[in-house]
């Protein structure tokens, strides 16, 4: 045999090796869940027992929560995207127009969705009729406590009005060294607008109204801008700081608020270091409000489940739908989302958890949430730096909250125009 | 008689056709190259060449080629397909007062770090030439910072200006300098400081090489005449070091300009373009239009605007090597 021919040979031999390899899952899952160290366990756990039920192998694809949406949007310019990823519920609209994401009301039938999934969860999935996502974890971001913290400061009860949370929050200042007595997302323009659009509707403002309409220069948004501010000024928020920060900060008693979802619990188990125990630290509360009588705010949150497949066109027993099938079941559904620490979907498994402790509070804590009024648009990521930007300009000093606010207005107005023409 | 030089002359010639015709009548080979020698090796020469160009094509010139294209086009996250628009893309870019700012801020940020790191490597190089115990370690010291990956060195820069646990900030306040941690990265200033010192300590090593390099071959007797003369170490630094070590300081400068303006996973580590927009270079422009707001379109067009930035350092960069200066 000459060496040509071995060449050939030992190229023949990789191929098929190589092919053998790509072949080797059924299915891929992209997942930000995966990637965090908290979670990673719990998710194999999933996958592992889908494999010994269906037979069929699931190729975890992990990345990072912000780096999810750039992943899957250059995986769609390369056509090398993955069969289920999952989703935050805002990033939906940015996604709706690839021409392979499946509508899953053709694969199960609308009918059978919604009798399986709660409303408000399968709402998450929906864009203009179409069910573009299942719907994996729901919840609501609302505000957290430590407990701890607040007994080190003095304050038996969580605050309910803007005052007495702005009280708290000197207390808390002035009594716990070295700590940051509300971890307000200052760094992150994903993490400030959550901070940003839930002070909004405190203070009774609104960004973009339903009809896609900018309304943020109002003299409402410029009080919640202001309220924000005078916090930093006061030395009771603190400058870069983003979610996991602030995570971090409460679970090691530095910190005594900040708003998140209710898998916050999950979190701050890991980074105390305490495990379960820290669990009796953790206080879901409701958002302070202006007055009394006002109702509390929250914004609804969730992780969604996309499939994407050629000309969006799926079958129930192909492999990606029969991981959805899987994957929504009670069999995970009473038990994937309570280690999370979030709601499950479906009503029947809703019913089965029904009497966790935790969840309950949250969920009356929360009341009932909102939909993120940025995450609605095509052009969310955009109108999400956008507001992050000037936000961060005045609460860093560099332009006052009046400016911010009136630039805010103006830039967001030229992108939800772009936005329109390209639709 | 005929002229005795004119004999000659006509034996020259005429032995110069004989061999004229000797050579004629050789046989030649079917396969000999009708080029030559010169011939074959420029083909052996292009053949080897050929990986290179392939690497080169596929890597560089067929991205690059299709960024160039795609500045021509309107392409957004909500379209499947791009649609041509002509020069639209650099109108927009010419009423855009971000893309100015970056470029704006581009030309801050590699001011201060090219200046920054030829200060830095040329007085480092300096004490790295004296004799002293532990030289060698000491240089081989100094190359840590360009083996270290530049995204570490970015976090260990960041946990040093960090607001919260950061060495700074525990250092002054253990002075008793400030009060309060200082939110070093939260302030335009403070967080173009951070990124260049960044910079700066990861280019100090590759400067200090190329100084070294050129120290080396500086003439001892001439420094050493000068001392006697009475020179002290500015005069000595001004009128013998710095003019032997001109061509080096050219190629070090060009080099730096051209690395700076490329210079993008430290910044983007470190501040991720912020505050607000106070460490965007061009770079991170590119980035943040075509992966944060999703427009392919406009961020190659900005892309092609940042070459051109490019190239007036990298021709006269090439233009050094090819004259061999």
């Known amino acids: 045999m000459n060496t040509f021919t071995r060449l050939i040979g030992t190229a023949a031999v990789a191929l098929t090796l190589g092919s053998g390899a790509a072949k080797a899952a059924d299915l891929s899952f992209m997942s930000f869940t ?128 803007v005052d007495d949370f702005k009280k ?237 606010i009136k630039s805010m207005q103006a830039r967001l107005t030229t992108s939800m125009e772009k936005a329109k023409k390209s639709e | 008689m005929p002229h005795r030089r004119g004999i000659y002359l006509e034996q020259e010639i005429a032995s110069m056709a004989v061999i004229e015709n000797n050579t004629l009548a050789y046989p030649v080979s079917p396969h000999a190259n009708r080029g030559g020698l010169k011939a074959g090796q420029n083909r052996i020469g292009l053949l080897l060449l050929l990986p290179a160009a392939v690497a080169f094509a596929a890597v560089i010139l067929y991205p690059f080629l299709s960024a160039l294209g795609l500045s021509l086009f309107e392409y957004t996250v909500e379209m499947m397909e791009p649609r041509f628009i002509g020069f639209e893309n650099f109108v927009k870019i010419a009423s855009d007062p971000d893309v100015w700012a970056a470029f704006w801020t581009t030309a801050i940020y590699v001011a201060l770090t090219t200046t920054g790191t030829l200060v830095a490597g040329l007085g480092w190089a300096l004490i790295m030439n004296q004799p002293f115990a532990g030289r060698a370690v000491l240089r081989s010291l100094s190359l840590l910072p360009w083996v270290l990956p530049s995204t570490v060195s970015a976090f260990i820069w960041g946990w040093i200006f960090n607001s919260r646990y950061g060495v700074l900030n525990a250092f002054l306040m253990e002075l008793g300098l400030i009060d309060y941690p200082q939110a070093w990265l939260s302030t335009p200033e403070g967080a173009m400081l951070a990124v260049v010192l960044t910079k700066i300590w990861l280019s100090i090593p590759l400067f200090m090489s190329f100084f070294l390099a050129g120290l080396q071959n500086l003439d001892k007797e001439q420094i050493d005449a000068a001392r006697v003369d009475g020179a002290g170490n500015w005069a000595v630094l001004r009128d013998h070091i710095l003019p032997h070590l001109r061509p080096v300081l050219m190629i ?67 233009r050094m090597l090819v004259k061999g200066n």
């Open chain 1, 168 to 404: 708290a929050l000197v207390a808390v200042r002035d009594k716990v060294p070295n700590s940051v007595p509300y971890s307000m997302a200052t760094k992150n323009n994903g993490s400030i607008l959550i901070d940003f659009m839930v002070w909004n509707w405190v203070h009774g403002g609104r960004i973009i109204d339903d009809a896609g309409k900018v309304v943020v220069d109002s003299q409402k948004s410029r009080d919640a801008l202001t309220f924000m501010v005078g916090l930093m000024k006061d030395r009771l928020a603190a400058p870069e700081i983003d979610r996991p920060d602030s995570r971090r900060l409460l679970a090691q008693g530095a910190s005594a608020f900040y708003l998140d979802a209710p898998q916050t619990r999950t979190f701050l188990r890991d980074f105390s270091g305490k495990g379960q125990a820290f669990d009796a630290n953790v206080l879901p509360m409701p958002t302070p409000v202006l007055k009394a009588s006002d109702k509390p705010v929250s914004v609804q949150w969730g992780h969604l489940l996309v499939q994407f497949a050629a000309g969006g066109k799926a079958k129930a027993d192909d492999p990606a739908d029969k991981f959805l099938t899987y994957i929504i079941s009670d069999k995970v559904q009473t038990d994937l989302p309570l280690k999370m620490s979030a709601l499950p979907v479906t009503k029947s498994a809703r019913a089965a958890v029904a009497e966790d402790a935790y969840l309950k509070n949250w969920s009356a804590a929360t009341g009932d949430a909102r939909r993120n009024e940025v995450g609605i648009w095509s052009n969310a990521a955009d109108l999400t730096n956008i507001i992050g930007e000037e936000v961060q300009g005045a609460l860093l000093g560099q332009k006052s909250a009046d400016d911010a």
């Open chain 2, 252 to 318: 070090v400068v060009v080099l730096g300009v051209i690395g700076n303006l490329q210079q993008f996973d430290t910044i983007y580590a470190l501040t991720g373009g912020g505050p607000v927009r106070a460490t965007t270079v061009l770079s991170v422009e590119v980035y943040r239009r075509a992966f944060e707001q999703w427009d392919i379109g406009f961020a190659s067009a900005v892309g092609v605007l940042w070459v051109a930035a490019l190239l007036p350092p990298a021709f006269l960069y090439l």
């Open chain 1, 34 to 161: 995966y990637a965090e160290e908290a979670n990673k366990a719990i998710v194999q756990g999933v996958l592992d027992n889908f494999q010994k039920a269906e037979k069929l192998t699931v190729e975890p694809l992990g990345f990072a929560w912000g780096d999810m949406q750039k992943n899957i949007f250059l995986r769609a310019r390369s056509k090398t995207l993955p069969d289920i990823a999952q989703l935050s519920e805002r990033w939906l609209p940015t996604f709706a127009s690839l021409d392979n994401l499946v509508d899953l009301n053709t694969v199960y039938g609308k009918d059978k969705l919604e009798a399986a999934f709660a409303p408000d969860a399968l709402a998450m999935g929906n864009i203009n009729g179409k069910q573009l996502a299942l719907p994996l974890l729901s919840g609501s971001i609302g505000m957290v406590a430590n407990k701890e913290v607040l007994a080190k400061a003095g304050i038996n009860d969580a605050p309910k009005t």
